[in-house]
Nanobody, 126 residues
Framework: QVQWVESGGRSVQAGESLNVSCTGV????????MTWFRQAPEKEREFVAA????????YYADSVEGRFAISRDDAKNTVLLQMNSLQAEDTGTYYC???????????????????WGQGTQVTVSS
């Protein structure tokens, strides 16, 4: 059963900006930390950004710090990842996920996530 849908990915040129979003379908995000991950071809899935259940704390991978911004709108049951100054290294499939327990900070180990959506593909050409 689909729990959320990632969308917004497309092909862009290096230096451009892009927003990807994660919208809950069968699952409410309110009260849960949320995290964005990405996976490049032939590489392991990696952490990108996380936001706490309250939205007051945000965390970023060093590689995207200062360029990406995560936000949430619980009324719309959506988590947004704003990506600026995109680089070829940002290419990959972007996935969101929800903490397995409530009132968390996001950024849980990968093996704690039981469900993954289909992701959204971001391709950055240099």
């Amino acid at each position: 059963q689909v729990q959320w849908v990632e969308s917004g990915g497309r092909s862009v040129q290096a230096g451009e900006s892009l927003n990807v979003s994660c919208t809950g379908v069968g699952r409410r995000f309110s009260g849960y930390g949320m995290t964005w991950f990405r996976q490049a071809p032939e590489k392991e899935r990696e952490f990108v950004a996380a936001i706490s259940w309250s939205g007051t704390s945000k965390y970023y991978a060093d590689s995207v710090e200062g360029r990406f911004a995560i936000s949430r709108d619980d009324a719309k049951n959506t988590v947004l990842l704003q990506m600026n100054s995109l680089q070829a290294e940002d290419t990959g499939t972007y996935y969101c996920n929800i903490d397995p327990v409530s009132y968390g900070m996001g950024q849980r180990p990968l093996d704690e996530y039981a469900y993954w959506g289909q992701g959204t593909q971001v391709t950055v050409s240099s």
